[in-house]
């Protein structure tokens, strides 16, 4: 190898190097910007307590229903739904204005918190087959959107954990959800899921309700865990 290769060489290594570096640090900083803490998410949940820390706590917009339970839920879930709020791909305002304040860390720590945040009293074991039956009528609509395909056996184990728990949820929140997904146009109503729309656009409002009531007939690991809001 003569001079000049010699150099080359070098100076290949050390961009190399440069590179190896470069590459580890931003592996770090992106597995720090994704770690969760739920204890942070604790000290974070203040703004969120007022309507999900009460048992039965009714929102009046669109339509008074209750507020849902989120306790349970997976991390993974309630950072993507905080993710669409803050996009305004869900377009309550309420909700809105509450995520657009949090940055990805806040939504990583009030994930891990809400994911853990259960009362062992309540705590249910759900069963992979529909603890209910369904009546044929809801049994058809089930089949027409395919509705496990997504949400998964007894509606509480998703195929992904980024799409929600929904056994046992509250039936005026499920209608309310569904309805959304077939508005378009409304700033202040909605919700831009492209699959859900397409799903929910499929039902009568009576059909929708009728789901809803039977999904929140099932036994499900969602909770409500009141919470002080001057601790």
Known sequence: MDLRESFAATFRAADMNKAIFFLLALSGTFSMAQAQDATAGRNKAAMCIGCHGIPGYQASFPEVHKVPMISGQSAKYIIAA?????????????????????????????????????????????????????????????????????????????????????????????????????????????RGNAIMAGQAKQFTHAELKALAGYIASLPGELQTVRENPFR
């Open 82 to 190: 905080l993710t669409e709020y803050k996009k305004g791909d869900r377009k309550h305002p309420t909700m809105r204005a509450a995520a657009t304040s949090l940055s990805d860390q806040d939504m990583a720590d009030l994930g891990a918190f809400y994911e853990k945040n259960l009362k062992a009293s309540m705590i249910k074991t759900v069963a992979d087959t529909p603890a209910v039956a369904p009546s044929a009528q809801v049994e058809a609509l089930l089949t027409k959107g395919a509705c496990t395909s997504c949400h998964g056996a007894n509606f509480s184990k998703p195929i992904d954990p980024s799409y929600p728990k929904l056994a046992g949820q509250y039936a005026d929140y499920l209608y309310v959800a569904l309805k959304s997904y077939q508005i378009e146009g409304n700033p202040q109503v909605g």
